[in-house]
């Protein structure tokens, strides 16, 4: 299994324990997917960009956002 399978099984498996954790009944699938999937994009959105930003700036290309 390659480390990034590795990874995205790890998250889902935090996932399903803090699901577990908050509402006190055994994820549905769905509800997994649901959040796993939230949780790369708020992971991007605020974790990504400044640090694309600050690659950018290193190398000198133009920085657009």
């Known amino acids: 299994m390659t480390m ?4 995205q099984r790890y998250l889902r498996a935090r996932v399903a324990l803090a699901l577990y954790s908050e ?13 796993y999937h939230l949780t790369r994009v708020l992971y991007t959105a605020v974790l990504g960009t400044p640090y694309l930003r ?9 920085v657009l956002f």
């Open 54 to 62: 600050r690659q950018h700036k290193k190398s000198g290309q133009l």
């Open 23 to 35: 509402y006190g009944h055994v994820p549905k699938e769905a509800e997994i997917d649901h959040v």
């Open 4 to 7: 990034t399978k590795q990874r």
